[in-house]
């Protein structure tokens, strides 16, 4: 009975509320051949690229190595597993065969060294294709169990669809237990969510302003107070001359009375200025018009509504939190867009320090030190009351010198007596000015460098936590153990083992909106949730199906399944856009479509030296998606037919390949 009644669209139509995390790891270069490199490193980055679920392109390298001269052992071992990675025996091309003959008299024939026993593991496995001799199978399950962990790994990770018959079923197996074992291993949930995120960003803060005073303020008060000296100069002279006690006394008792009105009240004045500051920074924000969707303020403000809406503290609604500190915020925030606007720094490159400021505010609400500067900077009873009775003092005493002065001198002294309070305005005005400039220049900067010192260490705290992200390698590796999982559901709940199995293929695509993603230089994106597909072809037609990957957790989700004959298949199709983005489609005689976002454009977020086409070919060659249009196709386009055209087309191939690798590896 076919079931085309539930097949299901996985197209996933979701308004994508963007990447909440997203990385592209430019100082990482696994996948980066430097010109002019030598076998050595092309060999190491074909390696990587093998590691990486790319083997096209690692097939590639490793082969420009060997026809160099340089054939050891590991070069030989990878190529053949980079030759027949993610293929059937039907899907090598003349030239790989042609290439495998080519190089059969430049094989090192009985090394011992670990490479060599993969390679012979290789041979035994090849041997054991269409054998039916149980010995033969034990023999080769026991050579296989007792090879080096990772030469296993990689042998039963890359030739899972190249085997076939009896052998298949033994290699499978073990494949299954190795990937139950490794799917978790490593730290998986602890480590992948650091792969998504990039390198921080060193932290900013926006510098203190520096001192306005100008030397021409400075001459202006040093020129008022020398006018100042002198009027005053002339007045003592001339109450000197009268003397009495009393003018004398008084006007030198006005002196330290002035320095104490002064002193204090540039402390006073001080705090005031510093007080009404810091209140116009809590104050709610007046509304103002968005920032251009976007663009990069509009997404660090984003940013900051997102942290904000998380880090509320315990006690307090969230809605009140948030107006509460709204003006803080905003303050912030401005302060982040001004120091890192023309950087060229990403919002994401920054979160770090956008959380940290929030997880700050957040900290200094709880602890009760928000509003602290208040009390902080309070003017003392004690300072308040020295400036009232300082002036008052100076004042009385300067009325007294003045009163005796200009019975002696009425003209002279009336001048002077002018002179004295219009230049001591003005003296005064000028070194409050001078003195509180650089006192608010001290206080931002002790700020300022605490704040700088808070940040590095956060940002030290974030590296450190980022140090132990996952390798391009580990991820695939990763991938791959849950696409066997996937395939072992698949086959158990249809009840078949591999051998009942004619083909089968799987897609790895991204679940959108998937929140999170990130590559290194040169490789394909990894995604923080996958859309995986599995097609199983057997003779009773298609068994296919879908799951949502949770790659953090690794965890499937919406298992759907359908299964439909050979003759239901109407078309398959991949469309690929100017940027290298592709759709694949596949179509059902009646009517309803399967359409899954396999790669996107990869002219996005391209590093110095990055090409669209290398990117778009490693994100191809780590999809799937190449397999599965091969054995789809053949199924659209002959139907049930193309099982035995397949088998007939292959087996002349099939014989070729076999007779050219015993004679390579025997």
């Known amino acids: 009975m076919t079931a085309r009644q539930v097949t299901l669209p996985v197209h996933n139509n979701a308004p994508n509320v963007g990447v909440q995390a997203e990385s592209v790891h430019g100082d990482i270069t696994v996948y980066f051949l430097p010109p002019g490199a030598g076998p050595e490193e092309k060999l190491r980055v074909g390696v990587n690229y093998l590691n990486g679920g790319m083997p096209h392109k690692a097939g590639e390298l490793i082969y420009d190595v060997l026809m160099s001269g340089h054939t050891s052992s590991e070069a030989w071992f990878h190529w053949l597993l980079a030759v027949m990675s993610g293929r059937t025996l039907r899907q090598l091309s003349e030239e790989d065969i042609a290439k495998l003959s080519a190089a059969r008299s430049r094989l090192p024939l009985h090394r011992q060294d670990v490479w060599a026993d993969g390679l012979r593991v290789i041979s035994r496995l090849l041997d054991a294709l269409d054998s039916q001799q149980p010995e033969l199978r034990r023999l080769v399950r026991n050579e296989l169990t007792g090879l080096d962990p990772l030469l296993r790994e990689k042998i039963v990770r890359h030739l899972q669809l190249f085997l076939s018959g009896p052998v298949e079923d033994e290699v499978w197996t073990i494949s299954v237990a190795d990937a139950k074992k490794a799917q978790c291993a490593n730290g998986r949930p602890e480590r992948v969510w650091r792969f998504f995120y990039p390198a921080p960003a060193n932290p900013r803060a926006r510098q203190p302003v520096s001192v306005a005073t100008t030397g021409r303020d400075v001459a202006l008060a040093v020129v008022t107070t020398a006018v100042v000296a002198t009027a005053a100069g002339w007045l003592f002279w001339v109450v000197l001359t009268t003397g009495r006690v009393g003018p004398i006394v008084a006007l030198l008792l006005s002196i330290g009375a002035g320095y104490l009105c002064s002193a204090h009240g540039v402390a006073w004045r001080f705090n005031v200025e510093r007080r009404r500051a810091k209140d116009a920074v809590h104050r709610p924000p007046q509304q103002r018009k968005a920032a251009p969707s976007g663009g990069f303020a509009n997404r660090v403000d984003r940013l900051f509504k997102q942290y904000a809406g998380r880090y509320v503290p315990e006690g307090i609604d969230r809605a009140e939190w948030l107006n509460l500190t709204a003006g803080i915020r905003r303050h912030l925030r401005d302060e982040i867009v001004e120091v890192y606007r023309e950087t060229r720094v990403g919002d994401k490159e920054i979160a770090w320090l956008i959380r940290h400021r929030i997880g700050d505010l957040k900290t200094r609400w709880t602890n009760g030190t928000l509003w602290a500067y208040r009390e902080q900077l309070r003017t003392p ?5 020295l400036v009232v009775l300082g002036g008052l003092v100076a004042a009385a005493c300067w009325l007294l010198v003045i009163a005796t002065a200009l019975p002696q001198e009425p003209l002279t002294g009336v001048a002077a007596t002018v002179v004295l309070f219009v230049a001591a305005w003005r003296a005064v005005r000028g070194w409050s000015r001078i003195v509180l400039d650089s006192r608010h220049f001290a206080a931002d900067q002790a700020e300022y460098d605490q704040r700088m010192a808070d940040s590095w260490a956060a940002h030290k705290r974030w590296k450190r936590k980022l140090a132990s992200k996952p390798e391009d390698a580990e991820m695939a590796a990763w991938l791959d153990c849950d696409c066997r999982l996937l395939i072992e559901k698949a086959m158990a709940h249809y009840k078949l083992c591999p051998t009942d199995v004619i083909a089968y293929a799987v897609i790895e695509a991204p ?7 990130g590559r ?16 199983l072809l057997t003779p009773d037609g298609v068994r296919q199906l879908s799951a949502q ?17 050979f003759e239901a298949v109407a078309a398959v199709r991949v469309a690929e856009s100017d940027r290298h983005a592709r759709t694949f489609e596949l179509a059902l005689v009646n009517g309803e479509l399967t359409t899954v976002d396999v790669t996107e454009a990869s002219t996005d977020k391209l590093q110095d030296g990055e090409s669209p086409l290398t990117l778009s070919e490693a994100a191809l060659d780590a999809s799937g998606l190449t397999t599965t249009l091969h054995v789809l196709e053949g199924v659209a386009a002959e139907g049930k037919e193309w099982i035995q055209r397949e088998r007939q087309r292959g087996r002349k191939r099939e014989e070729t390949f076999l007779s050219a690798m015993r004679d390579l590896l025997d």
């Open 520 to 535: 290194v230089r040169n490789g394909p994106w990894r995604y923080g949730r996958y859309e995986l597909l599995v097609f």
């Open 381 to 385: 009873v004690r300072t308040r009351a």
């Open 549 to 565: 990957l949770d790659f953090e957790q690794a965890t499937f989700h919406n298992l759907r399944r359908a299964n439909y004959r």
């Open 511 to 517: 679940a959108k909106p998937y929140l999170k993603r």
